[in-house]
């Protein structure tokens, strides 16, 4: 079977459509010029992109070599309509001087011919002032009206809140400096961080060291400063979409990229040595760990896959842990079981977190479980919200905590718990928000819950109780 391409049938349809028309050319030839007339008259009827389909929303049309923009048809302006006035009035002087150049009601009859061609000269001055002046008056109104609404006389004020809404580049001053550098360094998030390497720290079956403590923490400080400030050195570009992190000081210019990579390796290098050389070398190798962790794994994930928010569980279960191998000088099964409550407890709140913030994380191009997988995120944040209550009663057991912890626990946790399984239920902004706010207070409350239910610890000088005994029969005389 013969087949014709598509170019070459819609060519022969054309070519017959195009032959009867010029057929009907002479038939219909008055009315084309009359519409033509018309489509020239009127703006409002001209035959735009909007009539072809059904959108409300601003067009652009192209006629004589230039671009007009419209969005709706406007009605004709006042000032048509004033012309329109001066048009009539000026007809209207023309008809007075053809058809009555005499006005005989007004003007005295005189007695002879001479004057009486006067007197018709000077009744049309009259006429002709009055329709002059009634002009003007107009004229005056279409100037006082024609200002009035075009022209825009912007107030030094206006204009100084338009420049502030634009972008332009912030010079700080050395005053700011320490603002700035708090901003870098999350100093809310960072606050966290040395927050839950302190009750690592504490939580550890030693003697309690103060300079050891301040040591510690300065440095798990200094490195979470490190690595929040290269994680924004990499998200300037996707954090200027995004309404959360659009103010960052390096996406407002506040601070140079050079300026703030110096100020990340003049915390991190002190920080690590400080940890590895007044610490222990386990401890200063966790937090070097942890910087690369989140810089260079955790940040590029975030726009790659779903398994970022995993990375960034492990990267926020190591402070704790870090806290008590610097306390301890090793692992142990409490390091394991304080960086697991961490683990767990992030789901929950980052979950409901990221939920509210969906559509920046969408603008920002982040692949984040509540973007692209919303019902996994529901399920992943109960999942981990149950599994605080297994961690609080595994932790008598690996004999960190007395039994009184899972029990005086164990409502704080099933709270957090109902409100994920609300979460994962309704899976609207109130119950997200509900789960955040829990967040907040929930961890401190365990942490402290946990401490003060700490196992007494036991000196290893102090001989046990059967040893003593022992002891003391052999020193009595036989």
């Not at 999350?186 to 009750?199: C, D, E, G, M, Y």
């Not at 994930?301 to 926020?316: D, E, F, H």
């Not at 979950?351 to 920002?364: F, P, Q, V």
Request: hydrophobic fraction near 40%.
């Amino acid at each position: 079977m013969y087949k014709t391409p598509c170019c070459r049938l819609s060519g022969l349809v054309g070519l017959s459509v195009k032959q009867k028309l010029v057929l009907n050319v002479p038939q219909c030839n008055q009315s084309a010029r009359n519409l033509i007339q018309l489509h020239r008259r009127d703006p409002s009827n001209w035959l735009t992109y909007q009539h072809l389909i059904f959108l409300k929303r601003q067009y652009v049309t192209k006629n004589n070599n230039e671009l007009h923009q419209r969005a709706i048809p406007k009605q004709a302006p006042a000032l048509t309509i004033v012309n329109e006035r001066e048009d009539t009035i000026e007809r209207q002087v023309q008809r007075i001087l053809t058809i009555d150049p005499v006005d005989r009601h007004t003007v005295s009859q005189p007695e002879d011919v001479n004057s009486e061609a006067q007197p018709g000269i000077s009744t049309l001055k009259p006429v002709t002032e009055d329709a002059a002046e009634q002009r003007d008056s107009v004229s005056g109104t279409v100037g006082t009206s024609h200002e009035t609404p075009h022209v825009h006389v912007e107030t030094d004020k206006a204009k100084e809140e338009r420049l502030d809404r634009q972008w332009k580049q912030v010079k700080v001053n050395v005053a700011d400096l320490p603002d700035v550098y708090a901003k870098l360094a999350k100093i809310k998030l960072t606050a966290l961080v040395v927050t839950s390497a302190v009750a690592g720290f504490a939580m550890a079956p030693v003697p309690f060291d103060p300079l050891l403590f301040f040591v510690s923490s300065l440095g798990i400080g200094l490195a979470s400063c490190t690595a929040n400030t290269i994680n924004q050195y990499f998200e300037v570009p996707f954090d200027s979409n995004m309404n959360r992190t659009k103010n960052r000081p390096l996406v407002r210019g506040q601070i140079s990229p050079l300026h703030a990579v110096s100020f990340a390796l003049g915390c991190g290098i002190p920080g690590v040595a400080l940890l590895t050389l007044a610490v222990n070398p386990l401890t200063g190798f966790l937090g070097a760990l942890n910087i690369f962790l989140y810089t260079c794994c955790y940040t590029p994930l975030k726009r790659l896959s779903i398994t970022n928010t995993w990375v960034g569980a492990v990267v926020g279960a190591l402070p704790p842990v870090m806290g008590w191998t610097a306390a301890t000088g090793c692992l142990g099964q409490g390091a394991l079981l304080m960086g697991g409550f961490l683990y767990c407890w992030q789901f929950p709140h980052f979950n409901a977190l990221s939920w509210n913030l969906r559509e920046d994380y969408s603008r920002g191009g982040y692949r984040m479980m509540s973007v692209t997988h919303p019902s996994m995120c529901k399920r992943v944040a109960l999942r981990h919200s149950l599994g605080l209550i297994g961690l609080s009663t595994l932790a008598p057991v690996l004999d960190v905590t007395t039994w009184t912890f899972p029990i005086i626990s164990l409502p704080i946790n099933l709270y957090i718990s109902y409100l994920a399984f609300r979460f994962y239920r309704e899976g609207d902004r109130g119950s997200a928000r509900k789960l955040f706010f829990c967040s907040l207070w929930h961890l401190p409350m365990l942490l402290l819950l946990a401490f003060t239910c700490k196992k007494p610890r036991r000196d290893p000088e102090e001989p046990p109780a059967a040893s003593l005994a022992l002891a003391l029969q052999s020193s009595l005389p036989s």
